[in-house]
């Protein structure tokens, strides 16, 4: 079992920046491709960025591409997303999520953290 608790939301200005965390619980975390997924109001849940288990490979969403960077410490059991330039539209709950590489199902998920970003 993992668990998985985010951290690093709360309120910026248009331009700024923040770093959400997500530390895992559990000894397998390094077996995990890890994934932020994002979720405004009214809006469904939106992919944002995938790191490999290694670190070696990573995936954004076209949105936040150029602008946010993921990253993981598996000595810390954490992957960051590092968040820059942030627009209002940028404004959601956070989520990490745990994808299994065999089956590629997003096996664990955090309860989130708020972003919210003003114009």
């Known amino acids: 079992q993992v668990q998985l608790v985010e951290s690093g939301g709360g309120l910026v200005q248009a331009g700024g920046s923040l770093r959400l965390s997500c530390t895992a619980s559990?000894?397998?975390?390094?077996?995990?491709?890890m994934n932020w997924f994002r979720q405004a109001p009214g809006k469904e849940r939106e992919f944002v960025a995938q790191?490999?288990?290694?670190?070696?490979?990573?995936y954004y969403a076209d949105s936040v591409k150029g602008r946010f960077t993921i990253s993981r410490d598996n000595a810390k059991n954490t992957v960051y997303l590092q968040m820059n330039s942030l627009k209002p539209e940028d404004t959601a709950n956070y989520y990490c999520?745990?994808?299994?590489?065999?089956?590629?199902?997003?096996?664990?998920w955090g309860q989130g953290t708020q972003v919210t970003v003003s114009s």
């Open positions: 999520a745990a994808r299994a590489i065999r089956t590629g199902d997003y096996v664990y």
């Open positions: 790191i490999s288990p290694n670190g070696g490979s990573t």
């Open positions: 559990g000894r397998t975390f390094s077996t995990y491709a």
